[in-house]
C-alpha cells in the first residue's frame, strides 16, 4: 500500500518561484549591493577545477570559523544555511508531540519544522507595542517544554534581550531542563550576541548564517554553535558535504577580511541613519531598533504601495497585516544610503494620501 505521511501533505508551504534579478530587492533582508565586484573577482580567481569536481573538504574552513570565534571545531556544525541547522535541532532535541515555545510572528520555518515533525509548537505573541515581554515566554516553559527558540534581534520586529533579561529566561530552562535555540542570523546588525553561553554552558545552541550582512544567500551557508556533545547530534543529521566549495571560499575569505567587514557594516550603518532620518523628515512611523529591515506605517494603503513599487519601480518589499499598534505595515530591508534613497523617492511619490488628490487638482485648475 502506498503511504504518504499525513504531516507532510496537510503542510501548508508558499514557494516564490518570482524573477527577481532586475529589481532592487529589498523584501527578504539581503543586501541590496551585494560584495563588491573586485572582491568577487579575486576569490573566484582562486578557484580550480578540482574545486567543482571534488567533494567539499570542511576541516579547514571550520578551523578558521573556530579561530574567528574564539574556540574550537568541537563547538561548531557548518550547515547548507542556518535554516538546516535550526531543522536539526528540532528534530533532534524534541519528541513527536513534544512542547516547543516560540515568539510570534517570526521566522517562519520554526513553526514549519514544529508541524513537519508533529510538535506542538506554543506561540508567545507580542504586545500592541511590539514589545516582548519575557514574562509572558517564562510562563510558557512548562515542565513538559523540550525547547525554547528566541531570536536576537527577532525578524520581522527588530527586538532584542538584554544580558538580564536572557540570563532569567536561562535560569528557568536549567531547572525545568529546557534546551534553548537563539537564532542570530541579524547579529552583525546588531553586536550583542550570546555566542559565550553556547560555547561555555551546555543545552544552548547559536544558529547564524552568511546570508545576511556577508551577502552570501546564494551560497546557502550557516553553522550551529553549541556544546560539543550537542553539535554531535546535529552532525549526525547532516547530508554528506551538505555545503559547497564555493560557500567554503567565499566565507574563509570574508572572516580574514575584517576590513571588508567593517566596510559592510559601515555602508549599513550609513544606510540605515539615512533612511530613518528621511522617515521622520517626511513624518513616518516606524519601527525596528535592530536587524537590517524595518516596519513603516504608510499614509495609505499598504498592499497599493508595495503593488505600484513592483509595476511602476522596481522595488520589492513587503506588507504585513495587523502590526500591533501600527496596523497594516510595510517592511523594508535596509541597505546602503543610495538604495534607500531610490525606495524613500518611490515612498514619497507613490504614498501621496488619495484624499489631498481632488484639492490638489482643484488648486492646479485655479491656478
Known amino acids: 500500500m502506498y503511504y504518504v505521511d499525513k504531516k507532510i501533505e496537510d503542510l501548508h508551504r508558499i514557494f516564490d518561484q518570482n524573477e527577481r534579478k532586475d529589481?532592487?530587492?529589498?523584501?527578504?533582508?539581503?543586501?541590496?549591493?551585494?560584495?563588491?565586484?573586485?572582491?568577487?573577482?579575486?576569490?573566484?580567481?582562486?578557484?580550480?577545477?578540482?574545486?567543482?569536481?571534488?567533494?567539499?573538504?570542511?576541516?579547514?574552513?571550520?578551523?578558521?570559523?573556530?579561530?574567528?570565534?574564539?574556540?574550537d571545531i568541537s563547538h561548531i556544525c557548518l550547515v547548507n544555511g542556518s535554516a538546516e541547522g535550526i531543522r536539526y535541532i528540532i528534530q533532534a532535541f524534541t519528541s513527536e508531540g513534544g512542547r516547543i515555545v516560540g515568539v510570534v510572528p517570526s521566522y517562519f520555518m520554526f513553526q514549519i519544522y514544529s508541524q513537519m515533525y508533529g510538535r506542538n509548537f506554543v506561540k508567545v505573541p507580542y504586545e500592541e507595542d511590539l514589545s516582548m515581554n519575557i514574562e509572558k515566554i517564562i510562563e510558557e516553559m512548562t515542565d513538559d517544554t523540550q525547547l525554547l527558540i528566541l531570536l536576537n534581534p527577532n525578524n520581522p520586529m527588530g527586538n532584542v534581550y538584554s544580558d538580564n533579561e536572557f540570563e532569567k529566561i536561562l535560569s528557568v530552562a536549567r531547572q525545568k531542563q529546557?534546551?534553548?535555540?537563539?537564532?542570530?542570523a541579524y547579529h552583525y546588525f546588531y553586536p550583542k550576541t550570546f555566542m559565550k553561553y553556547a560555547l561555555e554552558g551546555d543545552h544552548i545552541f547559536i544558529t547564524r548564517t552568511f546570508s545576511k550582512l556577508f551577502s552570501l544567500a546564494g551560497c546557502r551557508l550557516g553553522y550551529v554553535a553549541g556544546w560539543p556533545e550537542g553539535v554531535k547530534m546535529v552532525q549526525k543529521l547532516c547530508t554528506p558535504h551538505n555545503t559547497n566549495a564555493f560557500a567554503l571560499r567565499f566565507a574563509e575569505a570574508l572572516l580574514e577580511s575584517p576590513d571588508m567587514i567593517e566596510k559592510l557594516i559601515a555602508g549599513f550603518k550609513e544606510g540605515r541613519a539615512f533612511l530613518i532620518d528621511e522617515l521622520d523628515k517626511n513624518g513616518y512611523i516606524h519601527k525596528g531598533e535592530a536587524g537590517n529591515f524595518?516596519?513603516?506605517?504608510?499614509?495609505?494603503?499598504?498592499?497599493?504601495?508595495?503593488?505600484?513599487?513592483?509595476?511602476?519601480?522596481?522595488?520589492?518589499?513587503?506588507?504585513?497585516?495587523?502590526?500591533?499598534?501600527?496596523?497594516?505595515?510595510?517592511?523594508?530591508?535596509?541597505?546602503?544610503?543610495?538604495?534607500?534613497?531610490?525606495?524613500?523617492k518611490a515612498l514619497i511619490e507613490l504614498d501621496a494620501s488619495k484624499t489631498l488628490l481632488p484639492r490638489y487638482y482643484q488648486m492646479r485648475c485655479r491656478d
Open 23 to 71: 529589481y532592487l530587492r529589498l523584501d527578504l533582508n539581503e543586501n541590496p549591493g551585494g560584495l563588491p565586484q573586485e572582491f568577487i573577482n579575486s576569490v573566484l580567481a582562486g578557484i580550480t577545477p578540482q574545486d567543482l569536481s571534488q567533494y567539499p573538504e570542511t576541516l579547514h574552513f571550520s578551523e578558521v570559523l573556530a579561530r574567528y570565534l574564539d574556540t
Open 294 to 344: 524595518i516596519f513603516i506605517k504608510p499614509k495609505t494603503d499598504a498592499q497599493r504601495i508595495v503593488d505600484q513599487m513592483k509595476r511602476e519601480k522596481r522595488i520589492l518589499i513587503k506588507s504585513y497585516p495587523n502590526v500591533g499598534e501600527l496596523g497594516d505595515c510595510l517592511r523594508v530591508s535596509i541597505g546602503e544610503k543610495q538604495y534607500m534613497n531610490q525606495f524613500m
Open 178 to 184: 529546557i534546551t534553548i535555540l537563539v537564532d542570530e
